[in-house]
Nanobody
Framework: QVQFVESGGDLVQPGGSLRLSCAASGSSFTIYVMGWYRQAPGKQRELVARITIGGSTNYADSVKGRFTISRDNAKNTVYLQLNSLKPEDTAVYYC????????WGQGTQVTVSS
């Protein structure tokens, strides 16, 4: 079974940037599509970005143009670059397979506030 460990979350001011990392371990195969999800207080968890093993990407409208997903297949790691952050980006960010989810990791908290 695969485990995900997210890191890189922090408190940042509006307009700031952050880079999140997700390390996958415990799997004998490479996941074809990986995604970043987030869950804000009182809201459903949502998929914000996804990337295929070949590097094709898709983004939710709310983050398109501001976030960039990437992956290093040799390191079993996926990244999310968050730019031009807004208070509404505040959430716990998780990585996982798309669409067949594995177990969730602990997530990493991103807080955007003045």
């Amino acid at each position: 079974q695969v485990q995900f460990v997210e890191s890189g979350g922090d408190l940042v001011q509006p307009g700031g940037s952050l880079r999140l990392s997700c390390a996958a371990s415990g799997s004998s195969f490479t996941i074809y599509v990986m995604g970043w999800y987030r869950q804000a207080p009182g809201k459903q968890r949502e998929l914000v970005a996804r990337i295929t093993i070949g590097g094709s990407t898709n983004y939710a409208d709310s983050v398109k143009g501001r976030f960039t997903i990437s992956r290093d297949n040799a390191k079993n790691t996926v990244y999310l670059q968050l730019n031009s952050l807004k208070p509404e980006d505040t959430a716990v960010y998780y990585c996982n397979a798309v669409p067949n989810l594995r177990a969730w990791g602990q997530g990493t908290q991103v807080t955007v506030s003045s």
